[in-house]
């Protein structure tokens, strides 16, 4: 009866851990299709998009140390004075923790802010927050690489 009781409480543990791991698997999914879009729309700006994808709340960081929140960051995309033509993300990493997800990656980039040719060498630090089952990018911080 003791070893029964032991098992039992063995697979009950081992199922929540699984049932934890899927849902964190498919919430890292959905923070890696956030973003995907956001880069998408960094290249290809959606006044619309970008405020759904943003939380009112956004602090945007550049490497430059500006920091906009999500009107500026919004109007910078949409008016082209910060114009991505090409991005590529690498070495990405997404950690979630309850409703929140840091994502870290590296972004090299072409741009051409204000009409002047440019690139970016970044490393990124993205923190999403999950409002009312979407994923919103709450906060980024860009160091130069």
Not at 38 to 63: N, R, V
Request: glycine residues 6%.
């Amino acid at each position: 009866m003791y070893k029964k009781t032991i098992l039992f409480a063995l697979v009950a543990i081992c199922s929540l851990l699984t049932i934890d791991g899927m849902a964190q698997n498919k919430d890292q999914a959905a923070v890696g299709q956030s973003v995907d879009q956001l880069k998408q729309l960094m290249i290809d700006p959606d006044k619309s998009k970008l405020e759904a994808l943003a939380s009112d709340e956004l602090s945007y960081g550049h490497s430059s140390g500006k920091l906009e929140d999500k009107k500026a960051f919004v109007d910078a995309l949409v008016s082209g004075s910060s114009d991505f033509k090409t991005i590529d993300l690498t070495e990405q990493t997404i950690t979630i923790v309850d409703n929140t997800a840091f994502v870290r990656h590296k972004l090299m980039a072409e741009t051409a802010n204000d009409g002047k040719p440019g690139t970016a060498k970044l490393a990124v630090l993205l923190v999403w927050v999950k409002q009312k089952g979407n994923w919103k990018l709450l906060a980024r911080q860009a160091v130069k690489i």
